[in-house]
C-alpha cells in the first residue's frame, strides 16, 4: 500500500509562486504516472497535470505556469505554481497510479490518493 502526503499549501496573493510537494510511504514498480488534481467548493475534481515515462501533461489552463518535477533530494513529486490566479483556488490532491495514456486526467483511474493540501489566492 503506498500512501502519499501533500504539504506546500497556503494564502497567497495573485501573482505569487507556490510549490507543492508530494512524498510517497513507498515506491511501487507499478506505478506509472504520478498527477496532481484539484478541486474547488461546488466543483468537480479536475486534472491539472502529470508526470508519466517521462513525458508531463498540463490542463490547458496552467500550462505556462505549472511544472510538474521531481526532486530527487527530497524524494518528492513536486507542482511548481507560478503567476497564481484566484481561479487557481482550490485543494490540490497528489495521485499514483498507472492509468493508461488516454486516461492519465481521468480521476478514476489513480489507485493512490493523498489528503489534499489547501491554496487560496487573494485578489
Known sequence: QVQL???GGGLVQAGDSLRLSCAASARASTISTQAWFRQAP???RQFVA???RGSTYY???VKGRYTICRDNDKNTEDLQK???KPEDTARYFCAAGSPRL???RR???YRYW???TQVTVST
Open 5 to 7: 502526503a501533500e504539504s
Open 42 to 44: 461546488g466543483q468537480e
Open 50 to 52: 502529470a508526470f508519466r
Open 59 to 61: 490542463t490547458d489552463s
Open 82 to 84: 507560478n503567476n497564481l
Open 102 to 104: 488516454s486516461n492519465r
Open 107 to 109: 480521476d478514476a483511474a
Open 114 to 116: 493523498g489528503q489534499g
